[in-house]
């Protein structure tokens, strides 16, 4: 069977993620998504207004064009989880396809979302739900499967699928870490992973997420950053003023965690942003988190601007707003609470809480270091980096390669500077670039099997 794969989108930087795979006459789609800091460098950028023309001459999101070489049928479009550098472009591009987006429950509610917000494209593509450990038929010849294998990640209901084919498994190794006490959803399956390079002809290609591969040791589970926040938060529990923390909206086990331990302080918690709204709404609505029935959830602006008088009447030493804005976005609460332009005012010595690391990358960098700039001036004092990573150190892609043994690696989700310390590890197990290690770029499609 001819195996092609073509690498669209997230092989020159992180983010606006796709990969196409071609099984024969199936083609299966993994991941449409959106590289946000195109999108943040122009001011008052209205995405879902836009057509995907454009935002694919702003880099935004994947230039798909190339799948007009790849011959055979899309059979599905499969997003492994629900963060925009692997959703965000599906409501531009899905409907060019006239295929199922087939995903966790999770994702799929995040992609529906994103699909009722799109206001230039009709998207109509069904949206299929599929289990983690379940498998499906891809294709009418009865050779080609698809199975979602359950990892962990920074976002509840991840998973990493695996195209069976008569010539061994594709696994699309993107986005994971290796946490084994996790703290919402289960367990990584490496149990899975082994037997998936032993099954059959074993592993054909393995495509990896590089972003963390020239760190060393392994990356700690949840429950290490959920000791950490705690810690923290104890520290200061007897402080009388504000104390505000931020987080990823998308986090649901650290958002539950500071929901938590924010009444063990004797605060009252309250999620504050759109985002925050959005993710954490949807999960308790899908039974993933149980919080508790007074938590107050705040998405419109004034909303939470009647919420922060409500905090700033009652006493701001009652209560832990947990706000957008941890990468400094604009926009986000935040950063409009350093700029002043909210009715919750910092005092000097108040507390800004960071439970997320700076995406490493220059846009987010620069917004990040003004908003901490911003929120000192007023006062403020930073507790930063309470975080764990959401990606593999170099020992967990060790490990991998050990679990699955793949005859090829394909690294992504990097540009090349990243992929090198991923090459070398791989170099360092037997494989060679240029012979079984394939470092591509965006546009690119390599023949795996003739």
């Known amino acids: 069977m001819e195996i092609e794969i073509a690498t669209i989108g997230g092989y020159e930087e992180v983010g606006r993620q796709m990969t196409a795979v071609r099984a024969g006459e199936d083609v299966v789609i993994f991941d449409m998504g959106l590289n946000l800091s195109k999108v943040l460098?122009?001011?008052?950028?209205?995405?879902?207004?836009?057509?995907?023309?454009?935002?694919?001459?702003?880099?935004?999101?994947?230039?798909?064009?190339?799948?007009?070489?790849?011959?055979?049928?899309?059979?599905?479009?499969?997003?492994?989880?629900?963060?925009?550098?692997?959703?965000?472009?599906?409501?531009?591009?899905?409907?060019?396809?006239?295929?199922?987006?087939?995903a966790t429950p999770f994702t799929i509610e995040l992609v529906k979302q994103q699909i009722q917000s799109e206001e230039k494209f009709g998207v109509n593509n069904d949206l299929i739900k599929m289990e983690p450990g379940e498998t499906t038929e891809i294709g009418d010849s009865g050779n080609v499967q698809m199975e979602f294998v359950n990892v962990t990640h920074s976002i509840i209901d991840a998973i990493n699928p695996v195209l069976h084919t008569p010539e061994g498994a594709i696994v699309y190794g993107l986005d994971k870490r290796m946490d084994h006490t996790p703290v919402l959803g289960d367990p990584i399956d490496m149990e899975r992973?082994?037997?998936?390079?032993?099954?059959?002809?074993?592993?054909?290609?393995?495509?990896?997420?590089?972003?963390?591969?020239?760190?060393?040791?392994?990356?700690?589970?949840?429950?290490?950053?959920?000791r950490h926040l705690k810690d923290v938060l104890t520290s200061i529990e007897d402080y009388d003023g504000?104390?505000?923390?931020?987080?990823?909206?998308?986090?649901?086990?650290?958002?539950?965690?500071?929901?938590?331990?924010?009444?063990?302080i004797g605060r009252q918690p309250v999620l504050l942003g759109r985002s925050m709204e959005k993710y954490s709404g949807t999960a308790e609505r899908l039974g993933f988190v149980d919080f508790p029935g007074d938590l107050g959830m705040y998405g419109h602006r004034k909303s939470v601007d009647r919420t922060f008088k409500r905090i700033m009447n009652e006493g701001k030493e009652d209560y832990l707003p947990v706000v957008t804005g941890h990468q400094g976005e604009p926009r986000?609460?935040?950063?409009?609470?350093?700029?002043?332009?909210?009715?919750?005012?910092?005092?000097?010595?108040?507390?800004?809480v960071f439970s997320a690391r700076v995406i490493p990358e220059p846009t987010n960098e620069g917004q990040r270091y003004q908003s901490e700039k911003l929120l000192g001036m007023q006062g403020a004092r930073i507790y930063d980096d309470i975080h764990v990573s959401g990606h593999l150190n170099s020992?967990?892609?060790?490990?991998?390669?050990?679990?699955?043994?793949?005859?090829?690696i394909i690294p992504a989700h990097q540009d090349m500077k990243g992929f090198s310390p991923?090459?070398?590890?791989?170099?360092?197990?037997?494989?060679?670039?240029?012979?079984?290690i394939h470092v591509s770029r965006n546009g690119n499609v390599m023949q795996l099997v003739d």
Not at 195 to 220: Q, S
Not at 248 to 261: D, M, N, Q, T, Y
Request: net charge negative; charged share 30%; glycine share 10%.
């Open 41 to 102: 460098i122009h001011d008052n950028v209205e995405t879902e207004r836009m057509h995907s023309l454009d935002l694919i001459d702003m880099g935004a999101i994947p230039d798909d064009r190339v799948m007009s070489d790849i011959e055979g049928d899309v059979q599905a479009i499969v997003p492994t989880h629900g963060h925009l550098d692997h959703i965000g472009a599906i409501s531009k591009l899905a409907h060019r396809y006239n295929a199922p987006v087939v």
């Open 193 to 226: 992973f082994r037997e998936i390079g032993r099954e059959g002809n074993g592993v054909l290609a393995y495509i990896e997420d590089c972003t963390n591969a020239g760190k060393k040791g392994r990356t700690p589970s949840e429950a290490v950053a959920r």
């Open 242 to 264: 504000g104390i505000v923390a931020t987080t990823f909206s998308s986090h649901i086990a650290r958002v539950k965690s500071l929901v938590e331990f924010a009444r063990e």
């Open 332 to 352: 986000a609460m935040l950063t409009r609470m350093g700029r002043g332009e909210t009715p919750y005012e910092l005092d000097e010595g108040d507390k800004v």
């Open 395 to 408: 020992e967990g892609h060790y490990a991998m390669l050990d679990a699955l043994e793949p005859q090829h």
């Open 422 to 436: 991923y090459v070398d590890l791989a170099a360092r197990k037997g494989y060679q670039l240029g012979r079984d």
